[in-house]
């Protein structure tokens, strides 16, 4: 037996007008999902436990089967581990996003206009990253390059409890009422407005600016945590298993559930990212040895937080064609019987461009038996079924039949 999560994050969304008063996921043309679905348990599952924030860390923790409640520190310091930053306990960890702010003089008064500096390249951001360390990094302060616009400051003998929020809940807002509070607050702010000044003039940040590329303008930090643990994956459920994400979060919590991270080229975190290639990747894992393949996309979160409708569609498009269809028909090819379990990890409406909490709808679906599902897999077919999973890490149990 073969066991599969599909996760479209920020996936689930509200009806909107311009779609004829649907979401996303009804919409979209999925033959593939919808053909499960008929055969699937379909309900509706809550995530993100009560008195979290709804984000990408404590969302997919559960859906990985995790009690966030017994495990989770912050979102940093699981994107640290996949960086390969070797944390202290005394240690605290936090997002360093390359943003793009509006021009005011004075900083206070600019509006959030990118968190993402327009998708800015890996290669590119790193270039940045180098040219800030040689300014921030000492004794206690040390910052690490990462993904696109996603990097990791660390503070030995740090503390927590600052406020501080994260860019995409702020697009084309003023961030003036969202600047760093708390202990190591003023911190924090002058090292932003620092990187203002420095990355002004970058020459990185010409050539976008001429290319027609938004410019990567200063840092944002967010997401502080202290150095995280889990219970390995293999010894908590009995399945070896692997992970493939494009994204250091994701990475990092397989990393530290002990399981193969397995890299995919090709694979960005975003609309274009190469769909069949973590499908192919993930069969060839399972057919190989792997009991379990945890299979994260990005695509629709990161079109929930731009505001872009059409691509949204097109990554569910693309999940369904290019994923479920491979794995599906793969599988079956090998006379492999397999579990699938299909969901986002929040929603990420096109309306607020930000994390909810509101329960997702899920699919579960076993090559060996079929039971009564909906005729499609969306919002509310979900809701109709009056199946409800109160708490998101029983999942994994469901899946794996635990």
């Given at each position: 037996m073969?066991?599969?999560?599909?996760l479209?994050?920020?996936?689930?969304?509200y009806?909107?007008q311009?779609?004829?008063?649907?979401t996303?996921?009804?919409?979209?043309?999925k033959?593939n999902?919808?053909?499960l679905?008929?055969?699937?348990?379909?309900?509706?599952?809550?995530?993100?436990?009560?008195?979290?924030?709804?984000?990408?860390d404590?969302a997919n923790?559960?859906?990985m089967?995790?009690n966030p409640?017994?495990?989770?520190?912050g979102?940093?310091p699981?994107?640290?581990?996949?960086?390969?930053?070797?944390l202290?306990?005394t240690?605290?960890?936090?997002?360093?996003?390359?943003?793009?702010?509006?021009?005011?003089e004075?900083?206070e008064?600019?509006?959030m206009?990118?968190?993402?500096?327009?998708?800015i390249?890996?290669?590119?951001?790193?270039?940045?990253?180098?040219y800030?360390?040689?300014?921030f990094?000492?004794?206690?302060?040390?910052?690490?390059s990462?993904?696109?616009?996603?990097?990791?400051?660390?503070?030995?003998?740090?503390?927590?409890?600052?406020d501080l929020?994260?860019?995409?809940?702020?697009?084309d807002?003023p961030?003036?009422d969202?600047?760093?509070?708390g202990?190591?607050?003023?911190?924090y702010?002058d090292?932003?407005?620092?990187?203002?000044?420095?990355?002004?003039?970058?020459?990185?940040n010409?050539?976008?600016?001429?290319a027609?590329?938004?410019?990567?303008?200063?840092?944002?930090?967010w997401g502080?945590?202290t150095?995280?643990?889990?219970?390995?994956?293999?010894?908590?459920?009995?399945?070896?298993?692997?992970?493939?994400?494009?994204?250091?979060l994701v990475?990092?919590i397989?990393?530290?559930?002990?399981?193969k991270?397995i890299d995919?080229?090709?694979?960005?975190?975003?609309y274009d990212?190469?769909?069949?290639g973590?499908?192919?990747?993930?069969?060839d894992?399972?057919?190989?040895g792997l009991?379990f393949?945890?299979?994260h996309?990005?695509?629709?979160?990161?079109?929930?937080?731009?505001?872009?409708?059409?691509h949204?569609v097109y990554?569910?498009?693309q999940?369904?064609?290019?994923?479920?269809?491979?794995?599906?028909?793969?599988?079956?090819?090998?006379?492999?019987?397999?579990?699938?379990?299909?969901?986002?990890?929040?929603?990420t409406p096109?309306?607020?461009?930000?994390h909810?909490?509101?329960?997702?709808?899920y699919?579960?679906y076993?090559?060996?038996?079929?039971?009564?599902?909906?005729?499609?897999y969306d919002?509310?077919?979900?809701?109709n079924?009056?199946?409800?999973?109160e708490n998101?890490?029983?999942l994994m149990?469901?899946?794996l039949?635990?």
């Amino acid at each position: 037996m073969k066991y599969i999560v599909v996760l479209g994050d920020g996936m689930a969304d509200y009806p909107i007008q311009t779609l004829g008063g649907k979401t996303p996921l009804q919409y979209a043309k999925k033959p593939n999902i919808d053909a499960l679905a008929k055969q699937s348990e379909i309900g509706l599952c809550r995530t993100v436990p009560e008195g979290f924030k709804p984000g990408s860390d404590v969302a997919n923790l559960s859906v990985m089967g995790y009690n966030p409640k017994d495990c989770y520190t912050g979102r940093s310091p699981l994107e640290a581990v996949s960086i390969g930053i070797d944390l202290a306990a005394t240690d605290v960890t936090l997002r360093c996003n390359l943003v793009t702010l509006t021009d005011e003089e004075a900083y206070e008064d600019r509006r959030m206009l990118d968190y993402s500096a327009g998708e800015i390249s890996t290669q590119e951001a790193r270039e940045l990253i180098t040219y800030l360390k040689k300014h921030f990094d000492s004794e206690r302060f040390t910052l690490y390059s990462g993904v696109s616009y996603r990097h990791c400051l660390v503070v030995k003998n740090g503390v927590t409890g600052n406020d501080l929020t994260p860019p995409h809940d702020i697009t084309d807002k003023p961030i003036r009422d969202h600047l760093p509070k708390g202990p190591l607050g003023e911190k924090y702010l002058d090292m932003m407005k620092r990187s203002a000044e420095l990355l002004r003039s970058h020459p990185i940040n010409k050539a976008r600016i001429a290319a027609g590329k938004r410019p990567a303008n200063s840092v944002w930090f967010w997401g502080e945590g202290t150095k995280p643990s889990l219970e390995n994956f293999q010894t908590k459920f009995g399945k070896k298993g692997g992970v493939i994400s494009a994204v250091d979060l994701v990475k990092g919590i397989g990393i530290l559930a002990g399981m193969k991270i397995i890299d995919v080229p090709g694979a960005t975190g975003n609309y274009d990212t190469n769909f069949a290639g973590k499908a192919q990747c993930a069969l060839d894992e399972l057919l190989g040895g792997l009991d379990f393949v945890y299979i994260h996309m990005e695509a629709p979160d990161e079109c929930g937080h731009q505001g872009d409708i059409a691509h949204k569609v097109y990554s569910i498009e693309q999940i369904d064609e290019k994923v479920v269809k491979r794995l599906a028909e793969g599988l079956k090819a090998a006379n492999e019987d397999f579990r699938i379990l299909l969901c986002p990890d929040h929603p990420t409406p096109i309306a607020v461009r930000t994390h909810v909490s509101d329960p997702v709808p899920y699919l579960l679906y076993d090559s060996r038996k079929a039971v009564g599902g909906s005729d499609s897999y969306d919002e509310e077919s979900a809701k109709n079924t009056g199946v409800f999973v109160e708490n998101g890490w029983q999942l994994m149990k469901k899946l794996l039949e635990c």
